[in-house]
């Protein structure tokens, strides 16, 4: 009785690491990529501040199988880094593909010259606005 056991046993073990080399190789589009993504924000509730990252539809490369975001700064990529693992193992699920690999891309915030001025704020903000803009001509403001 015991070494059919441990044959049972020996079989249990061949079975497991059977399925553990079984990758999941399911095919999966661009679609399918966006609304698996969309879904994360959702395992992390406790990062509010990286939510709208998956607003935006990341970038789907078939050929590697690679999700690539492009994030805003160190600070945002620092975060995201620290929710990677649980990112790319969300996704491989959801698409039922363990080739799927996660990339950030760190973006430089652009930072023009700010307006220091009221003259100045004025005149950019009469330059974002066509209404705004025609008000301060009809009224004859001149940083306009």
């Given amino acids: 009785m015991g070494a059919a056991l441990n044959t049972e046993k020996a ?6 690491e059977t399925a553990k080399q079984t990758l999941r190789e ?3 589009n661009e679609e399918d990529v966006f609304k698996a993504w969309i879904k994360f924000p959702s ?18 490369e078939q050929e590697n199988t690679t999700v690539t975001t ?4 160190d600070l945002v990529a620092t975060e995201m880094n ?16 363990d080739h799927i690999k996660v990339k950030i891309n760190v973006t430089e915030i652009s930072r023009k010259e700010l307006s220091l001025t009221p ?7 009469a330059d974002k606005n066509e209404k705004l803009r025609d008000l301060c001509r009809r009224l004859h403001l001149d940083f306009v």
């Fill in 43 to 60: 395992k992390i509730r406790d990062k509010q501040s990286l939510h709208f990252i998956f607003a935006r539809q990341p970038l789907w």
């Fill in 26 to 28: 399911k095919e999966v």
């Fill in 119 to 125: 003259k100045e704020k004025a005149k950019a903000m």
């Fill in 11 to 16: 079989e249990s073990q061949q079975n497991k």
């Fill in 82 to 97: 620290e929710i990677l693992d649980l990112l790319t193992l969300h996704l491989r699920n959801e698409l039922q593909n």
């Fill in 70 to 73: 492009d994030v805003p700064g």
